[in-house]
């Protein structure tokens, strides 16, 4: 809430508390007469005017939140682009350091090395995919 809203709001509580104490003393006062005076009607504007800013205050509430979220949504967009942006950049020297890896692989097919085995096959796949050779 901006401080000029903060005072609208204070003032028209304001109003909303003083019609309320003369409704009460006019009511004391006129209750046995029956006289109608007016205060009610003052009243219920009074409380009706205070009603319809904290309405227009939560229908701003919720396009400020409404707008926090989109940012925050367009935000986390952002962080994925930077990131696709970065591996990008990075993609010429993973490709080189995986290739060299391949390359240079003298791991033997023996069982006991399928740790090994599995990395180089999965760093072949991964080339061929950069190739445009995968099937996916």
Known sequence: ????QARRLQGLINVQ???EREYVRAKLRYSSTGRKDGWSK???????????FIAELDGE?????AQ???HSRDAGANEERQANA??????PELYAALAWY????????EPENGFWL???DRAKAALAKARGQANG
């Open 102 to 109: 391949v390359e240079n692989d003298d791991t033997n097919e």
């Open 42 to 52: 003052r009243l219920k504007d009074a409380r009706a005017a205070v009603k319809s």
């Open 118 to 120: 599995d990395g180089r």
């Open 1 to 4: 809430m901006t401080p000029d």
């Open 86 to 91: 970065h591996l990008i950049a990075a993609a």
């Open 61 to 65: 509430t919720m396009v400020a939140q």
């Open 68 to 70: 926090q979220v989109r």
């Open 17 to 19: 508390a003083e019609a």
